[in-house]
C-alpha cells in the first residue's frame, strides 16, 4: 500500500451526511424544525406543491402566478432557514445531542414570514387596477414594493449568503446614482428616482417577477418535486447499490463506482455538493480501502457529484433558463449538453484508471448482488427518467412531462414493500421537493432585481462594449475574458445567479463578435457550473474533505484536475464553426467525428495531468499530450492533424523513453550481478 493510503487509518470518523449538506450546501433548507412546526411548515410545503401541480393543467396568468409563488415560497424561506446568527455547538444542542426548540423560527421570522404574504399578494388583491396604477403608482404600492424588494433580500442572505444581496444593492444604487456619472462614459445613463426603481422592480415583468423567477416557478419546483419522490421511493439507494455491482475487483473499480453513481444520483438531488455528501458517506470507506489518498478520494467525489449539475435529463437550474432566453424546448437544451457531459465523465473515468496504476490501488469486495439481479428487482427506477426525454420528443410540455414522470416514479414506488408511498410518505415527498426549491425562489427573484436594472439602464449593452474593448475585438481573448468574469462571479454567488447575471452581460458579448445564442449561453452555463470548483470557495471539494479528512484546498485543486476537460471543452463550441457541433448544431455524422476528435483531446489532456499513458509518464510526453489535447480541441482540420502529430510524437516519446528506462535497468541488475560474481 502506498505511503499516502496508509495513512487513512487515522481518518476521522465520517460525520452525518445531512449535517454536512446544511453546512455546505447554499442548496438545501439549513433548519432541522421540532415539534408542531415540522408538520406546520411541512403542511404548508405541501400546499406549495399541489398549488404547482394544479398550474401545470389548469393554466394561471403569468404574472399572478408568479406572484403567488413568490407568496407562498418566501414566507417559508423565513420559517425553514436561520437568520444566519451563529451560536456555539454546545448551546445549539441538548445534552441527548438533538437539536432544541432553539433552531425553530422565533418572533422575528413569524413577522417577516406574515410580511411576506402580504407584500407579495397585495397586488392580488385588485390586480388589473394594480397594473393600471404602473405609470402612476400610489404611495403605498410604492411601500408594499420596497417591502418585498427587502424582504427578497433577506431570504437570499438567508439561504445563499449575504454577497448575492451585496450585489444586488450595488446594482440599485448604479440605478439610482449612474445619473451622475457623466453621460459620455461607458457605464453613464440619465438617472432614475427611487419611485421608477420599484415601478421597474415590482410591477411589471422585468423585475422580482421576471423570467428568473417564472423558470423557478414553473419548471424548477417540478423537477425538485420529481428528485424528492424519486429519493422516497428508493432510486438513491438503488443508484448507489447498482453502482457497486457494476464494477467488482479491479483496481479501478471504486473510482468508476464513484463516477457512475454521482452521475447516477445527481438525476435524484440536482445538487452537486448534496450528491458529493450523500455519495461520500457510503463510497468513501471502500475508497479508502482501496488504497486512495484523501484529497484523491475527496477529488473523486467532488468532481463526480459536480457533473451531475451538467448531466441530461435534469441538468442544473440554469438549463432552464437557458430554455426560456432562447425559447426553444428543455428537450434542445439537454441535446446541448449530451456530448459535453460524455466528455466530462470520460476525463473523470481516465483521471480514475491512472489514479488506480499510479497509486497502486485494488480492488475491494462489496458485498452486493449482481447487477443483473438488481436491474430485474428495481430497474424501473429508470423508466421514469427516460418518460421525461421521450415525452418531449413526442411533443409533449416539460412541465407535463415531468409531471407524468412524477406520477410514474409514485405508482411504481409500490414494487418496494420498503419504499412504498403510501400517503404520509407521499406528503413528506412533495413538501421535501417544495423545501428543495426555496433556495432557488429567493435567489431567482433576488436576481432579477439585477435582470431589471440591467434592462433599465440598458448596462447589458454597456457592459459587453467593455468587455469586448478590453480584449481588443479578438473572439479568443474575449471568450477567455468571459471564462474569467463568470469563473470570478462564480465564486460569490450560487451558480443560478451568476448564470443570470453573465447572461445579461457577457453573453451580448460573445453574440457581438458572432457566437450563436446557444453557443453563448452554454459557454456561460458550463464555467457557472465549473465555478463551484474553482478554489477557493469549492464547496463540493470542501464538503467531500470534511468526509476524507482531506486536505480542503489540496483537495480543491485534485477536484479541479478531474474537472479540467469541462473547462476547454466550451471554447470548442464557441471559438470555431465546427464546435457547435459538441451541441448537437450539425448533422449525426459531423457530431459523431467531434465526439470522436475531443475525446482524443480529453485523453491527450489526461496523460498531461495525470503522469500516465502505457506506463508512468514523464514531463516530455506530458507536454506534448498537453500541445495535442488544445489543439485538437480546435476542430480545425488543420489543427486537428497538427494534434494528431503531437500526440503519436507523444507516445514514441513515451516508448521511446520507457524502453531507455528498462534498458538502464538491465545493465544495471547485469552489472551488480557481474560484480557480485
Request: hydrophobic content about 55%.
Amino acid at each position: 500500500m502506498p505511503a499516502a493510503a496508509g495513512a487513512q487509518d487515522q481518518t476521522p470518523p465520517i460525520r452525518d451526511a445531512g449535517e454536512l449538506i446544511a453546512e455546505y450546501d447554499a442548496e438545501r433548507p439549513a433548519r432541522r424544525l421540532t415539534g408542531h412546526l415540522t408538520h406546520v411548515v411541512g403542511a404548508l410545503a405541501l400546499g406549495v406543491s399541489l398549488y404547482a401541480l394544479y398550474a401545470v393543467f389548469n393554466p394561471i396568468p403569468v404574472l399572478p402566478y408568479r406572484m403567488g409563488f413568490l407568496a407562498a415560497v418566501l414566507p417559508l424561506t423565513f420559517l425553514a432557514y436561520r437568520p444566519g446568527l451563529r451560536v456555539p455547538r454546545w448551546f445549539a444542542r441538548s445534552a441527548s445531542g438533538n437539536v432544541p426548540a432553539l433552531d425553530n423560527p422565533g418572533i422575528v421570522d413569524w413577522i417577516l414570514a406574515g410580511a411576506s404574504v402580504v407584500v407579495c399578494a397585495y397586488p392580488l388583491v385588485a390586480f388589473d387596477e394594480f397594473i393600471r396604477r404602473t405609470f402612476a403608482p400610489s404611495a403605498l404600492d410604492l411601500i408594499m414594493g420596497a417591502g418585498c424588494v427587502l424582504l427578497v433580500l433577506e431570504a437570499t442572505r438567508r439561504t445563499v449568503g449575504a454577497i448575492l444581496p451585496v450585489i444586488c444593492v450595488g446594482f440599485v444604487g448604479y440605478a439610482y446614482y449612474g445619473g451622475y456619472l457623466p453621460l459620455d462614459w461607458v457605464v453613464g445613463h440619465r438617472g432614475y428616482d427611487l419611485e421608477r426603481i420599484v415601478v421597474q422592480l415590482y410591477m411589471g415583468t422585468e423585475g422580482l417577477f421576471g423570467v428568473p423567477l417564472d423558470v423557478a416557478a414553473s419548471y424548477i419546483v417540478l423537477f425538485t418535486i420529481y428528485g424528492a419522490v424519486l429519493e422516497y421511493s428508493g432510486a438513491g439507494a438503488f443508484f448507489v447499490n447498482i453502482s457497486f455491482a457494476a464494477f467488482r475487483r479491479s483496481a479501478a473499480a471504486p473510482g468508476r463506482t464513484v463516477t457512475l453513481a454521482g452521475f447516477l444520483l445527481g438525476t435524484v438531488s440536482g445538487s452537486g455538493t448534496a450528491t458529493a455528501v450523500s455519495l461520500g458517506s457510503v463510497a468513501w470507506p471502500i475508497l479508502r480501502r482501496a488504497g486512495y489518498p484523501r484529497e484523491q478520494g475527496g477529488g473523486v467525489l467532488a468532481a463526480a457529484g459536480i457533473g451531475a449539475i451538467l448531466s441530461p435529463p435534469t441538468l442544473g437550474a440554469a438549463a432552464f433558463i437557458i430554455a426560456e432566453y432562447l425559447k426553444v424546448s428543455y428537450l434542445a437544451v439537454l441535446l446541448y449538453a449530451t456530448v459535453p457531459t460524455l466528455l466530462y465523465y470520460l476525463g473523470i473515468i481516465l483521471a480514475v484508471e491512472m489514479d488506480a496504476r499510479r497509486f497502486g490501488t485494488r480492488g475491494v469486495e462489496v458485498a452486493a448482488d449482481s447487477p443483473w439481479r438488481l436491474l430485474g428487482r428495481f430497474g424501473y427506477h429508470f423508466s421514469s427518467l427516460i418518460a421525461i426525454v421521450v415525452l418531449m420528443a413526442l411533443g409533449v410540455s416539460p412541465f407535463r412531462a415531468v409531471v407524468y414522470a412524477t406520477v410514474m416514479a409514485f405508482l411504481l414506488s409500490f414494487l418496494d414493500r420498503e419504499h412504498r408511498l403510501g400517503p404520509r410518505r407521499a406528503a413528506q415527498a412533495l413538501s421535501a421537493g417544495t423545501l428543495g426549491v426555496l433556495p432557488v425562489a429567493a435567489t431567482t427573484a433576488a436576481a432579477g432585481i439585477i435582470v431589471g436594472v440591467v434592462t433599465l439602464t440598458a448596462l447589458g449593452l454597456k457592459g459587453s462594449r467593455i468587455i469586448v474593448d478590453l480584449a481588443g475585438g479578438e473572439l479568443v481573448l474575449t471568450a477567455v475574458v468571459a471564462a474569467l468574469a463568470v469563473l470570478i462571479l462564480g465564486l460569490a454567488v450560487p451558480v443560478t445567479a451568476s448564470f443570470i447575471i453573465a447572461a445579461v452581460i457577457i453573453g451580448p458579448a460573445l453574440q457581438s463578435l458572432g457566437v450563436p445564442s446557444e453557443a453563448a449561453y452554454m459557454f456561460i452555463f458550463y464555467y457557472a457550473v465549473l465555478s463551484e470548483v474553482t478554489p477557493p470557495t469549492a464547496l463540493a471539494a470542501v464538503a467531500a474533505s470534511a468526509i476524507t479528512g482531506g486536505n480542503a484546498f489540496k483537495t480543491m485543486m485534485m477536484t479541479w484536475k478531474y474537472t479540467l476537460p469541462a473547462f476547454l471543452v466550451p471554447f470548442a463550441f464557441v471559438l470555431a464553426p465546427a464546435g457547435r457541433a459538441l451541441l448537437w448544431q450539425a448533422p449525426l455524422p459531423q457530431v459523431l467525428l467531434a465526439l470522436a476528435v475531443s475525446g482524443l483531446a480529453v485523453a491527450a489532456l489526461a496523460v498531461a495531468t495525470g503522469g500516465w499513458m502505457i506506463h508512468r509518464a514523464a514531463w516530455p510526453e506530458r507536454l506534448l499530450a498537453a500541445g495535442a489535447a488544445i489543439t485538437l480541441l480546435s476542430l480545425q482540420p488543420a489543427a486537428v492533424a497538427t494534434g494528431l502529430a503531437l500526440l503519436a510524437a507523444a507516445l514514441l516519446v513515451h516508448l521511446v523513453l520507457r524502453r531507455s528506462a528498462a534498458g538502464r535497468g538491465r545493465s544495471s541488475v547485469a552489472h551488480q550481478a557481474k560484480e557480485g560474481k
